[in-house]
């Protein structure tokens, strides 16, 4: 269930793959409804974003949790100094971009005056709310920094290391 000095933990990698799944549906639904027409399945989309938005801010106070309970396997030894800064920023600024959405996302409901709950959503309802525009573009810094860190696992994954082992998925991890 723990991580070890080589491996997370079976709970942070559950965090991990649940989050990654939440948060990239959340983008693509995202970028989905605000592109359809504004009908009952814009209407159904919002709701069920914010649904599952408060569902990952919950998860990220969790895994934000996690990260002080359980020991964190330090980067691989054979990984270059700057491999190492790029993973450990590229890591940070995906928890802030996440934080700052979801911060942005409740402000959104909050100031629309629609409140936390999913049912009182609509596209109207959260037009011109100021939080929008920042929500708008974080979700873009959020793309950049999720291709960024996916290139960055893969290139390290086929050259060096074994990251996709160390993330629980054992059908490539090296022998």
Do not use: C
């Not at 359809?36 to 998860?59: C, E, K, N, P, R």
């Not at 909050?110 to 109207?124: E, F, Q, R, W």
């Not at 959260?126 to 873009?140: A, F, L, M």
Request: no cysteine; hydrophobic share 55%.
């Amino acid at each position: 269930m723990k991580g070890s000095s080589t491996q997370y933990g079976r709970i942070a990698q559950l965090f991990h793959w649940l989050s990654m799944l939440l948060i990239v549906g959340l983008a693509i639904g995202g970028t989905i409804m605000t592109r359809i027409d504004s009908t009952a399945q814009q209407t159904q989309m919002y709701q069920m974003h914010v649904t599952v938005g408060l569902v990952v801010l919950l998860l990220t106070v969790a895994r934000v949790i996690w990260i002080f309970v359980d020991k964190r396997p330090a980067p691989p030894a054979e990984m270059k100094a700057a491999q190492k800064t790029a993973f450990a920023a590229n890591h940070l600024l995906l928890y802030l971009v996440i934080i700052l959405m979801v911060v942005s996302g409740v402000s959104m409901l909050l100031l629309s005056g629609v409140g936390l709950s999913p049912a009182g959503v609509t596209p109207a309802a959260i037009e011109n709310v100021p939080p929008r525009t920042v929500h708008d573009v974080v979700s873009k810094l959020f793309m950049l920094l999720f291709v960024m860190h996916l290139a960055g696992v893969i290139m390290y994954q086929v050259r060096e290391g074994d990251t996709f082992g160390r993330m629980g998925i054992r059908w490539f991890a090296k022998s």
